[in-house]
């Protein structure tokens, strides 16, 4: 059997579909290190109007207009109105996505999100070929851009999700409850007092993590100065992402408690194990990280569609708890710790919930898939 070749296709650098879909790589490249693992941009198979049309258009909605984003997302009559767009789209890709298939000649392919997995099922249809191809999603909930006949496996983070796509008539072997793809990192054990070390903060009193996605978005200044004046000893670590601006604004400030404002850092497992709770939007891979971590969450600020969905889930579950708004997590918190014993129930939840060693089982899938595929054609995958 001659070496494994795999296409792991993601939108967006700065994503959790790129997170995923890089602990996808890495593990395969774990379990099997002479195979070959290309990842993808698909936006950088698509032209710059249409990567500039749909970036522009997603942001301006989701930070002007996020009830309208509310209404598009995964509304069957919007649906039905741009399959014939879509479709113009992926015979747009086509060609494209033969010459990528003709130079990686894959034997398996994986999608983190719903928009190259369109492509390459109508592509697969349109070509009449069998080339493996697998479904991942990274949130807890499906919309109606994921559903095509010719995608041979979905994974999916939750029993609820499989249900959703056996109510679309998916059959249930094709759907796996497999948990959301997450660096290995996530599932080791760190030292908290190195790491309260290293960040100047005490170990002994609460730790309180916060997060605002790769940007820091949010309302983080409103959550900070409200959080400092939380009438017990805590501290609080903030991660800004690439908002710059927030790190200048907090070197700045004098603050009653013990505020760490850092921008990017790969540090997010140690401070995970650190944290005694974490306010967060609920995006997919921090949640998949979170539960991993057996961290409670206070959701806050969920964006309209895929992160209100994660928020339904969580909070169906018992495994999170919301604040309103910013101006609520402070009484939100504060009631968690003048309640230990709520706080050790959202933790054995989480650890009910968690799908540590989804990269390793989605590897595992995508290596048999590939073995499968060279041992019916050669492993040319249809891509000549």
Not at 209 to 221: D, E, H, T, V
């Amino acid at each position: 059997m001659r070496i494994r070749r795999f296409l792991l296709m993601y939108i967006t650098t700065s994503s959790g579909h790129h997170r995923a879909s890089s602990a996808i790589a890495r593990t395969i490249a774990r379990l099997d290190p002479s195979a070959q693992v290309v990842t993808v941009d698909a936006f950088q198979y698509t032209s710059r109007f249409v990567r500039w049309a749909i970036s522009r258009s997603y942001l301006s909605l989701i930070r002007h207009q996020p009830d309208v984003w509310e209404y598009l997302y995964d509304n069957p009559s919007v649906h039905r109105r741009v399959q014939h767009l879509r479709s113009l789209l992926h015979r747009y890709q086509a060609s494209k996505l033969q010459r990528l298939l003709h130079t990686v000649k894959p034997d398996a392919i994986a999608c983190t999100q719903a928009y190259p997995c369109g492509v390459v099922a109508d592509f697969k249809k349109q070509h009449a070929i069998s080339l493996p191809l697998i479904g991942v999603l990274t949130d807890y909930a499906p919309h109606l851009y994921w559903f095509h006949d010719t995608v041979d496996a979905y994974v999916v983070p939750s029993e609820q999700v499989k249900q959703r796509f056996l109510m679309r008539d998916v059959s249930p072997e094709r759907v796996k409850v497999l948990g959301i793809p997450i660096d290995e990192r996530f599932l080791e054990t760190t030292n908290r007092e190195a790491t309260a070390r290293q960040f100047g903060v005490d170990p002994s009193k609460p730790v309180i993590l916060i997060m605002g996605g790769s940007g820091g978005f949010g309302n983080l200044r409103d959550i900070i100065l409200d959080l400092d004046i939380l009438p017990y000893p805590c501290s609080m670590i903030v991660l800004a992402g690439t908002n710059r601006s927030l790190v200048f604004w907090a070197q700045n400030q004098r603050f009653r408690h013990a505020v760490r404002v850092i921008g990017y850092t790969e540090a997010v497992p140690q401070l995970m194990d650190l944290a005694t709770l974490l306010v967060s939007k609920p995006g997919g891979l921090t949640t998949s990280e979170a539960l991993t971590k057996h961290l409670p969450m206070i959701i806050v600020n969920p964006i309209p569609g895929q992160e209100a969905y994660n928020a339904r889930f969580l909070l169906s579950q018992g495994a999170a708890v919301q604040a309103s708004s910013a101006q609520t997590v402070r009484q939100t918190i504060r009631d968690l710790l003048e309640n230990p014993e709520r706080i050790e129930a959202l933790r054995n939840r989480n650890a009910e919930l968690a799908h540590p060693h989804a990269a390793e089982e989605v590897s595992r899938l995508l290596i048999d898939l590939a073995n499968r595929n060279q041992e019916q054609d050669g492993g040319t995958g249809g891509s000549e």
